[in-house]
């Protein structure tokens, strides 16, 4: 498998939320990922212009396999260097176990490394035992505690 990652377009809507579709929902019971196409196209055009947001896809040929979501921000800590969140790592699953996330995380180090981030921090949900296992491959560390408040 030859995977290429880069900045998503406006084109790829589609391939994104097909990604998206096949993470599991963690926000309550019975929760599924459902999404009004115009709403997602009027969010979705926000999402590319937005400062410091990057949004990578893992291309195999013309397929869409892999997607992330990076955004880097500004600081007044740490000698006002920049942090940065990935989220949203999304890989189909017949593609999962090939270095595509690899590839997507790898990627989205590179460009916060280069943003002159002095950390780069992502979430994964408590039971998502393997997602944590491939996190800490990648040089991740489980260092802090995580909160959240869902609406």
Known sequence: MTV????????????????????????????SFE???????????????????????????????????LLVVQNL??????????ENVAVAPSDRRKGVGRALVDEAVGIARDAGCYKVQLLSFKDRLE???????????DLAVGFRIYF
């Not at 290429?4 to 599991?24: I, S, W, Y």
């Not at 196409?37 to 892999?66: H, P, Y």
């Not at 800590?77 to 990935?86: E, F, M, N, R």
């Open 131 to 141: 997602a944590h296992e491939f996190y800490r491959s990648l040089g991740f560390e």
């Open 77 to 86: 800590t740490h000698d006002l260097a920049p942090w940065a969140i990935i």
């Open 4 to 31: 290429v990652v880069r900045p998503a377009g406006a084109d790829d809507l589609p391939g994104v939320l097909r990604l998206l579709a096949d993470l599991p929902v963690t926000t309550g019971e019975g929760d």
């Open 35 to 69: 999404v009004d196409e115009q709403r997602a196209e009027v969010v979705w055009e926000r999402v590319l212009s937005q400062e410091g947001r990057t949004v990578l896809v893992a291309m195999d040929g013309l397929a869409i396999v892999g997607a992330a979501d």
